[in-house]
């Protein structure tokens, strides 16, 4: 896919991936988007799971299903709840930037970076990368740091995810730089960060 260096910052292909591609990834895709990066967001859970009236009852959606059907689902099932825990709030956002939820596992686009959300999903990342035949063998960077699903911690990691890429976007040789650079994002964030390399 060639890319007008007009439209975007860098020519770096990025997706954002959580479990269910609901509020960490979204966050960070929202705050990428407006940096300028080329970015799409994914989660790889079998099946959407927002929090629910209780900790063993969560709302459960099949990738696919829009944003919409679920602002307006829960808006029936309870107003009050749904909107002081955020999740309102949250699913307005998404709908603002694509209409449903992706799952990874199902999308057919090559990325130069893929980052993970936490270590689970990273694990499910590379197993699928592994598995799934090569197009044509291009590097693809691999990269975790774990954000705890809730809305406060996904504000400040969609602000780490942008300084992480900003830093990758300014090296004019990725993936002969990557090393240092993550080392110096980790030191610079306190927060340990993993990095595979696998092939489109």
């Not at 900790?55 to 099932?77: H, M, Q, R, W």
């Not at 686009?109 to 990273?122: G, P, W």
């Not at 975790?144 to 990691?157: C, V």
């Amino acid at each position: 896919m060639s890319l007008n260096p007009k439209t975007y910052i860098s020519d770096l292909r990025i997706a954002v991936i959580c479990s269910s591609n609901m509020n960490r990834s979204m966050e960070a895709h929202a705050f990428l988007a407006k940096k300028g990066f080329y970015v799409k967001s994914y989660g790889t859970g079998d099946k959407v799971k927002i929090p629910g009236s209780a900790v063993d009852k969560p709302n459960v959606y099949d990738f696919g299903v829009s944003y919409d059907e679920i602002y307006t689902d829960l808006l029936a099932k309870d107003q009050a709840l749904y909107t002081q825990n955020g999740l309102l709030h949250t699913l307005d956002r998404n709908r603002r930037i694509k209409t449903h939820p992706e799952r990874f596992q199902e999308c057919g686009d090559k990325f130069d970076i893929l980052i993970t959300c936490e270590e689970r999903v990273y694990d499910q990342v590379l197993e699928y990368m592994e598995n799934k035949a090569p197009s044509d063998n291009s590097i693809v960077h691999v990269i975790n740091i774990d954000i705890q699903d809730n809305l406060e911690e996904a504000t400040i990691g969609a602000f780490l995810i942008s300084d992480m890429c900003i830093m990758m976007a300014k090296s004019e040789d990725l993936d002969n730089d990557i090393d240092e650079v993550l080392h110096s994002f980790e030191e610079k964030c306190e927060r340990p960060i993993l990095h595979s390399i696998a092939f489109n």
